[in-house]
Nanobody, 123 residues
Framework: QVQLVESGGELVQAGGSLRLSCAAS????????VGWFRQAPGKERQFVAG????????SYADSVKDRFTIFRDSAKNSVYLQMNSLKPEDTAVYYC????????????????WGQGTQVTVSS
């Protein structure tokens, strides 16, 4: 069982940066693949980025590639999403999720979810 708690979302101007955190409970968190998803009002929840267990392979949605970076700190049982050059279209609730196995890009592949954190990018 894994419990996830996101933090770091806030209101930021376009072009700015934010770092989201996903803190996990459980001693075996390092074996889980973690994904970040986002959901804007009236839209489906979509994959943003994912990071596997060791060797920490990563994957990104095309819309965030070269702007967002996902990384993890196993000592802190945490995964982070560094978001740079933010755009108004990045506005959404951001969720972290965990699964065992390779990085998945659909929400149905993930078993554990956090409650989400709101990111709002003003133009």
């Amino acid at each position: 069982q894994v419990q996830l708690v996101e933090s770091g979302g806030e209101l930021v101007q376009a072009g700015g940066s934010l770092r989201l955190s996903c803190a996990a409970s459980g001693r075996s968190f390092s074996i889980y693949t973690v994904g970040w998803f986002r959901q804007a009002p009236g839209k489906e929840r979509q994959f943003v980025a994912g990071i596997s267990r060791i060797p920490y392979s990563t994957s990104y949605a095309d819309s965030v590639k070269d702007r967002f970076t996902i990384f993890r700190d196993s000592a802190k049982n945490s995964v982070y999403l560094q978001m740079n050059s933010l755009k108004p279209e990045d506005t959404a609730v951001y969720y972290c999720a965990a699964r065992q196995g390779p990085i998945g890009t659909t929400k149905i592949e993930y078993n554990y979810w956090g409650q989400g954190t709101q990111v709002t990018v003003s133009s």
